[in-house]
């Protein structure tokens, strides 16, 4: 069964900076490119950031382009985003996600 567990938010300020996990287990994590999403209150989820499956390629979101980073580490099946320059707009759920599954998402508020 396919679990995907994220962690690492919660409160910051402005300008600050975070660093997500999303720790996969019930597949070949290696074989699967990944990506994060985010959702805000009442608005619709959105793509932040995508990796290949090896890593090599990477693709982002223009809102976060330039402040956040997305990494893997398939030796530990987990799936990292580094957010730095936090501004309040990124304040939402973060979710993992590898085709249609999903983890439960992990709060990021940035105040101002």
């Known amino acids: 069964q396919v679990q995907l567990v994220e962690s690492g938010g919660g409160l910051v300020q402005f300008g600050g900076s975070l660093r997500l996990a999303c720790a996969a287990s019930?597949?070949?994590?290696?074989?699967?490119?990944m990506r994060w999403y985010r959702q805000a209150p009442g608005k619709e989820r959105e793509f932040v950031a995508g990796i290949s499956y090896s890593g090599s390629t990477t693709n982002y979101a223009d809102s976060v382009k330039g402040r956040f980073t997305i990494s893997r580490d398939n030796a530990k099946n987990t799936v990292y985003l580094q957010m730095n320059s936090l501004k309040p707009e990124d304040t939402a759920v973060y979710y993992c996600?590898?085709?249609?599954?999903w983890g439960q998402g992990t709060q990021v508020t940035v105040s101002s």
């Open positions: 019930g597949f070949t994590f290696r074989a699967y490119p």
């Open positions: 996600n590898r085709l249609t599954d």
